[in-house]
């Protein structure tokens, strides 16, 4: 979420535009040095899902079989209502790539484009979904406390947003069916007076709930607590910490901020968690220490499926299977900057709904548009029928924040895990004893019954502010900050 500006970009401007090229275009003619594609095949031991033909299931891989192929290439699975983007691997199979998380079964399209931007011919592959698939509900770690049901809108700057007025704004926030306002109150060690008592009474007395939220940075994580300890004081319904790019590699840091604060506000008092979407595009940053015990009870993924570039339900699909993995309820936060479509906005209350949040919310007051507010004020579309989106598949060469988080589940049972954040020999090892002991097909992999699995052990959450945990933390530090790659445009 954005400190100085309105949008908060996760992708480069001119990567945005590219992504946004519209499905139906007009497909240009393969450039001669592009890679070219001659076929997909199953990975091994896959191959009995390919009898008759190339069918592979979310979470595994396929062969691409061509010339001019390199590893690290951008490889898009692209659908009809969205895409989404992974690298290219080579190893003991070739050249192979893993159907991201969040993409639709059915038959899709698939193309390489390589460093130069030069774009391959389409091949087309079956997408399988889990067996019987059933959507996981977001609200996997318990129901949405109180304060964030419904449906809220963000304010960051109060005069900008009905001019701070607190009649004005209740009236708005009236005509739009919105229950809950989430006000700035402090960046990182600064509180921001505009979080008042006043306020707070002003809008209490239209029926509104009013939550606080800061930025933070992680430099100094006691003042910081305070800050936000500060306002909640003040009378706010709920707390929002908005962690992002500033608190990659800061696990200490996180684990510092949020015993300072809870230490001062109780166990109990609702607090949620805003960042990036994608966690496996963010490795580094703690979401297992803001998300776990003692940490926030709600998880608020900035789903800004425009600034990220690619459809409503791409990006939305993409985000859950990510995100349900820290068993918190989700209530997302949608886009209503840069004038989205009303279809768009429609269809992100519907996605969400199918998947079982009770709540979400929209960036920003400021930033909305009449249209934008009109859209807002429509009785709720019924839920969408959605497939289910998959789990994150990890394995050998995984790291990150998702690797930590589930080696946190397995040392419980396999004492050779260590939170180290890359998927090693001991980890490896230990999710083929889990997946013996249950039953499953034994591929040292994640899968969704691997992941049911492993959730259901108990936690050891690792103490990131002892000295035993330096080495832990210096390996996660160095796993640089991966920005989420565009699709390939058609």
């Not at 690797?403 to 260590?418: D, F, G, K, N, R």
């Amino acid at each position: 979420m954005p400190r100085t500006r309105t949008a908060a970009v996760l992708l480069p401007a001119a990567l945005i535009a590219a992504a946004l090229l519209p499905a139906g275009g007009a497909s240009a003619a393969v450039n001669p040095r592009a890679p070219k594609l001659a076929g997909a095949r199953c990975v091994p031991p896959n191959a009995k899902a390919c009898s008759a033909g190339v069918a592979v299931r979310i979470g595994r891989q396929i062969q691409l079989r061509g010339t001019r192929l390199k590893a690290g290439q951008r490889v898009t699975f692209r659908w009809s209502r969205g895409a989404l983007a992974t690298q290219l691997h080579r190893g003991n199979a070739g050249y192979v790539a893993r159907v991201p998380p969040g993409t639709k079964p059915g038959t899709i399209s698939v193309t390489v484009r390589d460093g130069a931007g030069r774009r391959s011919n389409v091949v087309r592959v079956k997408i399988l979904a889990e067996p019987k698939p059933v959507i996981a509900p977001a609200r996997t770690g318990g129901p949405l406390p109180g304060a964030f049901l419904g449906n809220g809108m963000w304010i960051w700057e109060l005069p900008k947003s009905d001019g701070g007025d607190a009649n004005a704004i209740a009236a708005r926030a009236a005509a739009a069916h919105v229950s809950n306002v989430f006000v700035k109150a402090g960046d990182g060690t600064d509180a921001w007076p505009q979080f008042s008592p006043l306020l707070i009474g002003a809008l209490h007395q239209h029926g509104l709930k009013v939550c606080a939220w800061q930025f933070v940075y992680g430099a100094n994580p006691t003042t910081e607590a305070a800050v936000a300890a500060s306002a909640i004081a003040l009378g706010a319904d709920c707390f929002v910490i908005d962690a992002e790019s500033q608190y990659e590699g800061r696990y200490a840091s996180a684990q510092t901020y949020m015993t300072t604060l809870r230490a001062k506000v109780g166990p109990d008092f609702p607090i949620g968690l805003t960042s990036f979407p994608y966690v496996d595009y963010h490795p580094n940053l703690p979401f297992s220490v803001f998300l776990g015990p003692g940490g926030a009870q709600v998880n608020l993924p900035q789903v800004y499926w425009k600034d990220i570039g690619s459809s409503v339900d791409a990006v939305s699909a993409h985000t859950l299977a990510h995100n349900r993995i820290y068993g918190q309820p989700i209530a997302p936060l949608g886009q209503a900057y840069s004038s989205p479509s009303a279809a768009d906005l429609r269809r992100f209350r519907q996605i969400w709904a199918a998947y079982g949040s009770a709540g979400l919310s929209w960036w920003s007051w400021q930033s909305s548009s009449t249209a934008t507010w009109n859209v807002l004020d429509e009785p709720a579309p019924a839920p969408a029928v959605l497939d289910d989106p998959g789990w994150p598949a990890l394995g050998k060469g995984a790291k990150g924040d998702e690797v930590i988080w589930l080696q946190e589940h397995l040392s419980s049972s396999y004492p050779a895990v260590t939170a180290t954040a890359k998927f090693d020999d001991a980890t490896i090892a230990a999710v083929k004893a889990l997946q013996t002991a249950g039953g499953l097909p034994v591929t040292g992999t994640t899968d969704t019954a691997t992941w049911a699995a492993a959730l259901a052990l108990p936690l050891t959450p690792v103490d990131w502010t002892a000295t035993a945990a330096k080495a832990a933390r210096a390996t996660a530090a160095r796993h640089h900050r991966r920005e989420i790659p565009r699709v390939d445009a058609p």
